[in-house]
Structure formats: structure tokens, C-alpha cells
């Protein structure tokens, strides 16, 4: 299985409502990433957990909150969101991050993303 | 933040042609890896090249890197239609940190 998967694939939610973005591997991967892209331009890095923890966070919102309850799924908390926020967001996730020399980083697999919608 | 900058930001070929994009970052960086988007979707991997490598094939793809001037490039042969999609190229900054270019939009006409 070399497949991530993200639910829902669209979502489309008000800005008072609380809902969850859900990714899943079953790589046996440790690194699990989840990046934003609006329309027409690269992704960009949200947040890495890396065995479970939570290694990088880009300064994002709290209004965005990652959940890793294991190390097969990832989780997107969305509360009180804005028009703004509306975009793809994408989970990704790469092989053991600690165990490789860094010039051994392996690549970083993509789900198909989550169409999100702030109304 | 964006690391990389990519040219050109579109480029439009017939079948049959080369397609080449370029990329451009300005850290340090343990490999440089590119990927393809289509519309909407989720990225594929292409292909990965590491900080001690010059050159890397895969099928019709080359890709090329000098760290010196902290650039690579990426050689689509002899294209297709279903080429037609966003590249990206994406540099691994070390501790799981990855950051992508602005993207190259290729049309590639029948």
C-alpha cells in the first residue's frame, strides 16, 4: 500500500462550525505533513509531526490544530476558520526521519487533498 | 515561507517537443526533489536528487543541479499532451522541512 488518503475530499463548512480533516497512511511512515495551497500557487508547510510529535509549525493560526493519535493518521482540527482559509489542503508523509542520515531524506508522499470551502 | 523560484511561470509547447523549467533556491539543501501537480489534485513525485549529485534520469525526465549556483532544472523529452500539468520544485531543508517553488504551468498542445 504506497497510497495516502484524505477525507472528505471537499468540505464546505461556515465560519462558526468546527470540523476535521483526516489523512491516513499505512506506509509505515513517521513523518506526516500538512501543507495549504490556495489556487495557482505552491503548497505551503503547515505542520510536521514527526513520531507522533509535532516538529514544525509555521506560525500557523490556532484556529488550526493538528492531531497525530498515531502514527498511521493525522488530523486537522478547523474552528472558527475564514473566507480566507479556503484552499486545498494537502497531507503528506515520508519514511523514518530520524533513523536516516539527512542526505538519505527520502521523498514525501501525497494525498489527493481536501477541497475546503469557508463560508 | 518560499524557497524556491521557478521560470518561467508558464510555458506552452507542442507535442513532441522538449520542455524545460528551472528552479531556483537560496539555502543550503540536503536534496532537491520535483513534482507534478494537475489541476487540483495532489502532487506526485517525479524524481529526487541529492546535494552530492550532478544529474539524475528517470524515463523522459533529467534533471540537473549545480549547488554552486543553488539551481536545477528539469528536461521533459519529447512531450505529451498528458505532460500538461504544474511542476514543482521542492528543497529539503533538513529536519523534515520542505519548501516548494512558485511552480511552472506546462501546456503541451497535440
Known amino acids: 500500500d504506497t497510497e495516502v488518503t484524505q477525507t472528505p475530499k471537499h468540505l464546505v463548512m461556515g465560519m462558526t462550525n468546527k470540523k476535521s480533516l483526516k489523512c491516513e497512511q499505512h506506509?509505515?511512515?513517521?513523518?506526516m505533513y500538512w501543507y495549504k495551497q490556495k489556487a495557482k500557487k505552491p503548497p505551503e508547510l503547515m505542520f510536521v509531526y514527526s513520531y507522533e510529535k509535532l516538529s514544525i509549525n509555521e506560525s500557523v493560526p490556532s484556529r488550526f490544530s493538528p492531531e497525530c493519535p498515531n502514527s498511521s493518521l493525522l488530523n486537522l482540527h478547523l474552528h472558527a476558520l475564514q473566507p480566507e482559509d479556503s484552499a486545498l489542503y494537502l497531507c503528506?508523509?515520508?519514511?523514518?526521519?530520524?533513523?536516516?542520515?539527512?542526505?538519505?531524506?527520502?521523498?514525501?508522499?501525497f494525498g489527493p487533498g481536501t477541497r475546503l470551502t469557508v463560508l | 515561507s518560499q524557497q524556491g523560484e521557478e521560470d518561467p511561470q508558464a510555458l506552452s509547447i507542442q507535442e513532441g517537443e522538449n520542455a524545460t523549467m528551472n528552479c531556483s533556491y537560496k539555502?543550503?539543501?540536503?536534496?532537491l526533489q520535483w513534482y507534478r501537480q494537475n489541476s487540483g489534485r495532489g502532487l506526485v513525485h517525479l524524481i529526487l536528487?541529492?546535494?552530492?549529485?550532478r544529474e539524475k534520469h528517470s524515463g523522459r525526465l533529467r534533471v540537473t543541479l549545480d549547488t554552486s549556483k543553488k539551481s536545477s532544472s528539469l528536461l521533459i523529452t519529447a512531450s505529451r499532451a498528458a505532460d500538461t500539468a504544474s511542476y514543482f520544485c521542492a528543497t529539503d531543508l533538513g529536519d523534515n522541512d520542505m519548501r516548494f517553488g512558485a511552480g511552472t504551468r506546462l501546456t503541451v498542445k497535440p
Open positions: 536528487i541529492r546535494s552530492n549529485e
Open positions: 503528506a508523509s515520508s519514511q523514518d526521519p530520524l533513523n536516516r542520515p539527512t542526505n538519505k531524506r527520502d521523498t514525501q508522499y
Open positions: 539555502t543550503s539543501i540536503n536534496n
Open positions: 506506509m509505515g511512515h513517521r513523518a
